[in-house]
């Protein structure tokens, strides 16, 4: 019995240290791998291209060029400010008053609203060669100088006063002497403080289309 163990223990001593030393290796072996297995695998780094970069349409992004950005928000500015922006508007005469008074007519003006192109009339029948002989037969009048009654004569029974409007594009004159020149409502307005004249107008659908002051010796 004693020499079984003995053998026992020598054999234990004798086992080849190539043995020992492989269990070893193989109980490390082991471990690198089962720490190795422990380890996570590294994320692969993922290269973003820059934006636009590469076949296919550019991509729209919120940190795209400065340029790009500011030109839209300047369009979209423009097309709001034009679609608010209210049109201004149309400029149009003033409505006419309404008037009796048609085709030629022979009056004093006794007032002129420039700003309001009006004429305030005084309205008289006009009588000119054998016509005025006669009206000045019926009326008892005798006195013939300066071609009163014999050349022109007018009546004034009615002293109405009417106001009629002037067409933008009235055809204005006015005297100079005994000369007609163009003139104005202005003109006009200067006139009637100066001189005492009839004036023939021509009224077209209720708006003075001609003023005429009159020459009379």
């Known amino acids: 019995m004693i020499r079984w163990r003995a053998a026992v223990a020598m054999g234990a001593l004798l086992l080849p240290a190539g043995a020992v030393a492989g269990c070893g290796a193989a109980t490390a072996g082991s471990a690198i ?23 296919g349409p550019a991509r729209s992004s919120a940190a795209g060029p400065p340029s790009v950005v500011t030109t839209t928000v300047t369009a979209v500015t423009t097309m709001t400010t034009a679609a608010t922006t209210p049109s201004p508007p149309t400029a149009t005469a003033p409505a006419a008053p309404p008037t009796d008074l048609a085709g030629e007519v022979h009056g004093f003006i006794t007032a002129v609203d420039v700003p309001n192109a009006t004429l305030t009339v005084d309205k008289i029948d006009w009588f000119t060669g054998a016509a005025a002989q006669q009206a000045c037969a019926a009326d008892g009048v ?8 014999t050349g022109y004569y007018w009546r004034n029974r009615n002293p109405a006063l ?33 001189a005492h004249s009839t ?5 077209t659908d209720g708006r003075v289309t001609e003023v005429h002051e009159s020459y009379a010796p």
């Open 33 to 55: 791998v089962n720490s190795a297995a422990a380890i996570p695998s590294p994320v692969p780094a993922v290269t973003t291209p820059p934006s636009g970069a590469g076949p």
């Open 142 to 149: 005798t006195d013939t100088s300066n071609n009163w009654c």
């Open 162 to 194: 009417r106001t009629v409007a002037v067409s933008p594009d009235a055809t204005i004159t006015v005297l100079d002497g005994s000369a007609s020149v163009p003139g104005s409502l202005a003109r006009v307005a200067q006139r009637i403080g100066q």
């Open 199 to 203: 004036y023939l107008l021509v009224v």
